[in-house]
């Protein structure tokens, strides 16, 4: 007996070093209640675009006990599902490839299976899409910009693209109301469209977050910081009296700034999660989040945690994506003292070690050692076979 438990520590030991594989584990990673996947309108599996895609994702699911599916109904302004408010193209070729809405047919096959399907929808994001309908609706005055009124998008190689990494993407002004309009119009249509959903997964909810990042918009003469949109500026000016453009002058002003831009997306997130809770109180709403809170709340303006402490979000999934599992540790510690009123998953990188599995089982196994609410994979293209036998 003695010799059995001086293997198990020494096994232990090992494998806490990686000295041991995933293929030579003895105790099993704990149990998590809710395991999701996300599923983005990129993935090569095109599990839309047939019923034998949306069957063979309903069997991939149950074989890897995945029993939530983040699907990605708004991207880049395009809608891909059955919208009457917006480019609905996309929609249309998905339906034309299967014959149906193969949308439909998921969630009543999820349904059936035991299966949660969310809404995932890119909030503020416009990816490089130059031809979205609200900007030929409303044109370039509803994006937000930088302190150079520069778009978030790399335009050229300017002087200052050498020294910071953008997003490279088109964001929206969460502070122009235009746009509060505009995206709860979407999410309207969505939850009555699509009454089997069990919940709105909100993405891209906050402001570009360049690299390097400064932590607020008082070190903006050392990096990059947006929110300067005109209608966001116009109304802070009449709410101030200050142009932040060029009259902020002290430590004062330079919060009310920044939490004048960091309340324009809190209040967004309320509005929308009032929508959807008014439609139904058991409808979810959870926010794909910057997994570190200090970058999310200064540089992003994302004050997640307190999203949790009023309530207003069920859940956050912090996009937690690294190959380094003490980094990944450490994030992990430090959000889930941050749940408030509501929950802490953890989002997996899967798509960075689906060549490695020993390196994800060591990572997934250390996360659901620290108990958060629910794990969630990036991405269903990255689910090998190997790694659900890992996840058995």
């Known amino acids: 007996m003695k010799n059995k438990i001086l293997v198990l520590f020494l096994a232990c030991y090992l494998f806490s070093l990686g000295l041991v594989s995933a293929q030579d584990k003895e105790i099993p990673a704990k149990e998590i209640s809710a395991r999701g996947i996300w599923i983005s309108v990129f993935s090569g599996k095109k599990v ?62 999820a349904q059936e299976n035991n299966i949660r399907v969310f809404a995932w929808v890119n909030v503020l994001s416009l990816g490089k899409n130059e031809n979205a309908d609200i900007l030929k609706k409303f044109g370039s005055s509803i994006l937000t910009l930088d302190q150079y009124q520069r778009r978030s998008k790399t335009e050229s190689n300017t002087e200052l693209d050498k020294y910071y990494l953008r997003e490279d993407q088109i964001f929206l002004e969460p502070g122009d109301p235009r746009i509060e309009e505009y995206i709860l119009t979407i999410i309207n249509e969505i ?15 906050r402001y570009p977050s360049p690299v390097p990042f400064v932590p607020g918009s008082r070190f903006k003469n050392f990096g990059l910081t947006y929110g300067y949109g005109p209608r966001n500026v116009e109304r802070f000016k009449d709410k101030t009296g200050l142009n932040p453009l060029d009259t902020l002058n002290n430590e004062e002003e330079y919060l009310a700034w920044d939490n004048w831009k960091r309340q ?25 989040v910057i997994p570190l809170a200090e970058r999310a709340y200064t540089n992003a303006f994302q004050d997640w945690s307190a999203w949790l402490e ?31 009123k509501g929950k802490v998953y953890i989002g997996i990188g899967l798509f960075l070690m689906k060549n490695n599995p020993d390196l994800f089982f060591n ?13 969630v994979f990036f991405s269903i293209d990255d689910l090998t076979d190997q790694i659900i036998g890992y996840l058995n």
Not at 59 to 77: D, P, R, V
Not at 196 to 201: N, Q
């Open 48 to 109: 839309l675009y047939s019923k034998e895609g949306v069957s063979n994702l309903i069997a991939q699911c149950k074989k890897a006990k995945i029993n939530e599916i983040y699907l990605q109904f708004f991207q880049s302004g395009n809608a891909y599902y059955d919208s009457k408010s917006c480019d609905r193209t996309k929609y249309d070729a998905m339906v034309k490839a299967a014959g149906m809405d193969t949308l439909d047919l998921l969630l009543r096959e």
């Open 191 to 205: 939850i009555n469209r699509y009454p089997l959903i069990s919940g709105v997964h909100l993405d891209y909810i």
């Open 264 to 288: 324009q997306v809190t209040d967004l997130v309320r509005k929308i999660s009032s929508l959807v809770k008014v439609k139904s109180p058991d409808l979810a709403v959870s926010c794909a």
């Open 310 to 340: 009023e309530g207003i979000v069920d859940y956050v999934v912090l996009m937690s994506y690294t190959k380094d599992n003490q980094f990944a540790k450490e994030i992990v510690k430090s959000s889930l003292g941050h749940r408030g």
């Open 363 to 375: 990572q997934y196994r250390m996360v659901t050692d620290l108990a958060p609410d629910g794990i």
